[in-house]
T-cell receptor, first 115, second 112 residues
Framework: GAGVSQSPRYKVAKRGQDVALRCDPI?????LFWYQQALGQGPEFLTYFQNEAQLDKSGLPSDRFFAERPEGSVSTLKIQRTQQEDSAVYLC?????????????FGPGTRLTVL | AQSVTQPDIHITVSEGASLELRCNYS??????LFWYVQSPGQGLQLLLKYFSGDTLVQGIKGFEAEFKRSQSSFNLRKPSVHWSDAAEYFC??????????FGKGTSLLVTP
C-alpha cells in the first residue's frame, strides 16, 4: 500500500520567499506529525495534528511557521519569509490512532535550501 | 525533560563483524524507546521498539536492543553486519502516540 508521501522532494528558495510543503499521510491515519531535521542532526518535533485539530505547535521555531490540516488528511507546512536557518529536511509522519502505541510512519522528507 | 544521547557520531565496522550502537536516555517515567534507521534520501524506518516486559527486544533486519533501566540505556546490537546496514541510526524516546524525541544519530560505515 501507499506510504506517506511528501512534495516537493526538493525546494530551493531565495531568502524572503514563502514556501509550502505538502504531506499526504497514509489513508485513515488519525495522527500527523511534522519534524525538522537539520544537517547532521536528529529530527526535531515541530507540530502535531489529531485529525484536523492542531493539538501541539510548541516546536514551531517562529511565527513564520504555520501548519494546517483542514480536512483531517493532507497537511501543509508553510514557511513565510524564509531565512537561511530554515534550510533543513522537513519530515512528515502519520500514525493510525492516538490511544495505545501506533508506529509513526515517515515520509521521505522535503529538503529545503534557502539561498 | 526527556532527552536522548547517542555518544558515537560515527562508527566503522567490518562486514561480518558485530555491532553495538549506544543510546542513553533521560525520561521522567517509564520510557517508550525506539530505534530508527535512515538511508540516504529515504524516510525513517522503525527497527524496533520497547514499551514494557522483556527487556531484550527483537526487531527487523536481525537487530535487537536491550533496555537497561539501571543504566538508562537502550543499546542496539547486531551479531553480523552486512554492507547494506550502512546508514544513519537514530534512537528516540517518547510517550505512546505522541511526538518523538530523537538523538543526533550515529552514522554507520561498513567496510569490506
Amino acid at each position: 500500500g501507499a506510504g506517506v508521501s511528501q512534495s516537493p522532494r526538493y525546494k530551493v528558495a531565495k531568502r524572503g520567499q514563502d514556501v509550502a510543503l505538502r504531506c499526504d499521510p497514509i489513508s485513515g491515519h488519525v495522527s500527523l506529525f511534522w519534524y525538522q531535521q537539520a544537517l547532521g542532526q536528529g529530527p526535531e518535533f515541530l507540530t502535531y495534528f489529531q485529525n484536523e485539530a492542531q493539538l501541539d505547535k510548541s516546536g514551531l521555531p517562529s511565527d513564520r511557521f504555520f501548519a494546517e490540516r483542514p480536512e483531517g488528511s493532507v497537511s501543509t507546512l508553510k514557511i513565510q519569509r524564509t531565512q537561511q536557518e530554515d534550510s533543513a529536511v522537513y519530515l512528515c509522519a502519520s500514525s493510525l490512532e492516538v490511544e495505545n502505541y501506533n508506529e509513526q510512519f515517515f515520509g521521505p522528507g522535503t529538503r529545503l535550501t534557502v539561498l | 525533560a526527556q532527552s536522548v544521547t547517542q555518544p558515537d557520531i560515527h562508527i566503522t565496522v567490518s562486514e561480518g563483524a558485530s555491532l553495538e550502537l549506544r543510546c542513553n536516555y533521560s525520561y521522567g517515567a517509564t520510557p517508550y524507546l525506539f530505534w530508527y534507521v535512515q538511508s540516504p534520501g529515504q524516510g525513517l524506518q522503525l527497527l524496533l521498539k520497547y514499551f514494557s516486559g522483556d527487556t531484550l527486544v527483537q526487531g527487523i533486519k536481525g537487530f535487537e536492543a536491550e533496555f537497561k533501566r539501571s543504566q538508562s540505556s537502550f543499546n542496539l546490537r547486531k551479531p553480523s553486519v552486512h554492507w547494506s546496514d550502512a546508514a544513519e541510526y537514530f534512537c528516540a524516546v517518547g510517550p505512546s502516540g505522541y511526538a518523538l524525541n530523537f538523538g543526533k544519530g550515529t552514522s554507520l560505515l561498513v567496510t569490506p
